[in-house]
């Protein structure tokens, strides 16, 4: 791993893009964050929602969601790799949006995402934290004296909501919802790299220690060993029964908060756990570079809708588990990214949303759709990749 | 059907109770409907409980009046929801409300006086004003909001009454929308089957079929468990 300035994501140190791709990622980051400032509402960054779970199609107002975890930390990459200012201003301000947009209670305003408008959303809520923290250790090192502001924010949500509501004593992990005894990998390891960064910023180790690893725990044990789903972690689970969907996409965003895990204790079986789902995820990968929304027990699959702006995340965090032995090509899936910008510089949500139904078709207009809290995985990855110090980026607007 | 769940927090406020309800589909694509991003003008609306108060503090960033209603004694003032709003948020009466208003709601009307709050409704409206109505139907007992107290009526009138009221009152009806009708309601019960034979790939197929299908033509209200009606005075 690249080391890089406090905040912004360390650069995949492995990965070289020739003088073409490394022009095409450039332009697509100066796209992505033109469309970014076009989206830009009452409060914050709105748009429509469309996912796997359900669209939100008719309410587009801010969402203070998982999109903020992208969008500040892109910028904050931005910022490290051109020292410019002006990326700083705009992660900046969307952590601005995230403390004008907590509410009484601790919660912040529209964080279900697909579900908006509502409070409470998972990992959502966790994400935001995060994205605070990280501008908190950016500013930090910079000696600005404001960064209390931002962990004071995200410190409200940590103890009022994740501790306050998720934190499940007993099982020592994070809920998905305080009145059901479920839990979702994915979501609980978004939590969990909240957690690891406000132990960074504190320098206090319960943050890790008491919640964060215990939590990871529980992702290990919703890890499938052996067969064609080896490494493969489980959706969710409700008591103790797993819910036996494997979606790459999840897989691959347990990853960070796994390697992170490796990194605190370093105990060797978060590596291992790193390794054996990327692998998982790896051979799902189809030969265009993409890959299946969701695989089943008994070799059933569902291809669609196969992403294409959230395979940043995949990007990153496939990338990321370099750092523990993990290799693979990441070319492929950087084209078939690449390929989904639109003109407007917001790349497509994914191919196949009508084609998931019985007798479905193939032109559905949520594919062409660009999504804030997806082109935010794009923004976030090709913001950390390809880029150098010596790259001035020079925004003709 | 999505779950209708009320995350119970200590010494939790009535506001964040109800802000934390995860409401239901055919509850969310109805306030959407009814309330775009941007109004012009404040809101006037007519909710039959503080419930329904949290739907438009969610989704309206301008003013909005509450036509002063039964729920509005001191234990559920609004001045508790006031903290929560993204704008101005207040109470009027109905003398105060006459010919101002170009955008109106009314959710979940009562039986009892709807020709009355109708006609008030028309008197507050400025011609070529927007009222939408929110309004459940005879198979609403199988939404979770109705599944246990506090409902959002007590006596509430279904859709057939309301546009009755309505036309009686001065306003067209343009629109009607019926959510969750036969045949998302079909598309819900194979997946529940393809669940129980253990074939989670075909029921994932069947709930996207169920939310593709999930609105309705209006006249299909006796057969949904919610309706959204949009009428324009006249």
Not at chain 2, 112 to 140: K, N
Request: proline fraction near 7%; hydrophobic fraction near 45%.
């Amino acid at each position: 791993m690249a080391a890089r300035a406090p905040g912004a994501d360390p650069g995949p140190s492995q990965l070289t893009l020739d003088s073409q791709t490394a022009a095409a990622v450039r332009e697509a980051v100066l796209g992505l964050d033109r469309w970014f400032d076009s989206q830009r509402v009452k409060g914050g960054y709105g748009g429509p929602v469309v996912h796997w779970w359900r669209d939100c199609l008719h309410f587009t107002g801010a969402g203070l969601d998982w999109r903020y975890e992208g969008i500040l930390i892109g910028y904050l990459n931005l910022w490290a790799a051109t020292g410019e200012g002006r990326w700083f201003d705009k992660a900046k301000r969307a952590g601005d949006d995230l403390v004008a947009g907590q509410l009484p209670n601790g919660n912040f305003r529209n964080s279900q995402f697909e579900l908006n408008p509502g409070i409470g959303g998972t990992p959502h809520e966790a994400a935001c934290d995060l994205a605070l923290l990280r501008l908190a250790l950016a500013l930090r090192s910079i000696g600005d004296l404001s960064w209390l502001n931002y962990v004071a924010t995200a410190q409200r949500n940590i103890e009022g909501f994740l501790i306050g509501q998720l934190w499940d004593e007993r099982r020592r992990w994070f809920r998905d919802d305080p009145a059901v005894d479920g839990f979702v990998p994915n979501k609980a390891a978004t939590i969990a790299e909240a957690f690891f960064a406000l132990a960074q910023l504190t320098g206090d180790s319960r943050w890790a220690d008491d919640y964060a690893l215990p939590t990871l725990e529980g992702v290990l044990e919703h890890q499938q060993t052996g067969g064609e789903l080896d490494g493969a972690i489980a959706q969710n689970s409700f008591g103790s029964h797993r819910v036996l969907k494997f979606f790459p996409f999840y897989v691959a965003r347990c990853l960070p908060a796994l390697i992170e895990a490796h990194a605190w204790s370093g105990d060797a079986r978060f590596a291992e756990a790193v390794r054996r789902a990327a692998q998982f995820v790896l051979r799902t990968r189809l030969p265009d570079g993409s890959f299946p929304q969701v695989l089943y027990p008994g070799r059933r699959i569902n291809p669609w809708p196969q992403w294409i702006a959230a395979t940043g995340d995949m990007l990153r965090a496939l990338c990321a588990a370099q750092a523990v032995g993990f290799s693979f090509d990441p070319l492929p899936t950087l084209r078939w990214l690449l390929a989904g910008q639109r003109p407007d510089g917001g790349f497509r949500a994914a191919v196949g949303f009508g084609r998931v139904t019985p007798f479905g078709r193939a032109d559905d207009p949520r594919d062409a759709l660009s999504v804030c809290g997806w082109e935010d995985k794009a923004f976030r990855f090709l913001a950390s990749t390809g880029l150098d110090s010596k790259v001035t980026y020079h925004d003709p607007n | 059907m999505s779950i209708n769940r009320v995350i119970p927090i200590a010494g939790d406020t009535l506001v964040a109770g109800c802000y934390r309800r995860e409401t239901s589909l055919e509850y969310s694509l109805a306030f959407d409907l009814a309330l775009p991003a941007s109004l012009a003008g404040p809101l006037l609306a007519v909710l039959s409980a503080p419930e329904l108060t949290v739907e438009l503090l969610k989704r309206v960033t301008g003013p909005i009046h509450l036509a002063v209603c039964e729920w509005m004694k001191p234990s559920t003032s609004i001045a508790q929801f006031v903290p929560w709003a993204q704008s101005d948020l207040k109470a009027v009466r109905w003398q105060e409300a006459a010919g101002s208003y170009t955008q109106l709601l009314w959710a979940e009307p009562e039986a009892q006086a709807a020709s009355e709050i109708a006609a008030a409704l028309r008197r507050a409206a400025l011609p070529g004003a927007t009222l939408y109505v929110i309004a459940s139907g005879p198979l609403r007992r199988w939404l979770p909001a109705w599944q246990r107290p506090p409902f959002p009526a007590q006596q509430p009138l279904n859709a057939g009454g309301v546009v009755a009221a309505l036309n009686v009152t001065g306003w067209e009806v343009e629109s009607r929308i019926a959510f969750h009708g036969p045949r998302s309601i079909a598309w819900s019960w194979m997946y529940r089957l393809a669940e129980a034979f253990g074939r989670p790939d075909l029921g994932d197929r069947c709930l996207f079929a169920m939310r593709a299908t999930y609105q309705e033509p209006g006249w299909l209200w006796p057969l949904a468990p919610l309706a959204l009606i949009r009428a324009r005075a006249s």
